[in-house]
């Protein structure tokens, strides 16, 4: 069975930090490309960043260029996003993506709330 779980989501104030988590289980997570994707309420979809399977090559949106940090560890089927200098402008639901040739799974999603 596919799983893709994403974690540490919560309440942070505006200028704070949190560090997402995305286990994988059930394909081959290591030859896929991992991205994130967030969707604030009432709004469309948006990809965030995106890492490549070998870890080396990442992509950032411009909003989150220089805040966010993508990493992958293939020994633990895990990709992390690293959040700092939070706004509330990045409140939404955070979803992981795993995509390897025409195959996409996603995750459930974990809400981050940036408010004072």
């Known amino acids: 069975e596919v799983q893709l779980v994403e974690s540490g989501g919560g309440l942070v104030q505006p200028g704070g930090s949190l560090r997402l988590s995305c286990a994988a289980s059930?394909?081959?997570?290591?030859?896929?490309?991992m991205s994130w994707v967030r969707q604030a309420p009432g709004e469309d979809p948006d990809w965030i960043s995106a890492?490549?399977?070998?870890?080396?090559?990442?992509f950032y949106d411009n909003s989150v260029k220089g805040r966010f940090t993508i990493s992958r560890d293939n020994a633990k089927n895990t990709v992390y996003l690293q959040m700092n200098s939070l706004k509330p402008e990045d409140t939404a639901v955070y979803y992981c993506?795993?995509?390897?040739?025409?195959?996409?799974?996603w995750g459930q999603g974990t809400q981050v709330t940036v408010s004072s």
């Open positions: 059930g394909f081959s997570f290591g030859s896929s490309d």
């Open positions: 890492i490549r399977s070998g870890g080396v090559v990442k």
């Open positions: 993506n795993a995509r390897q040739d025409t195959i996409s799974h």
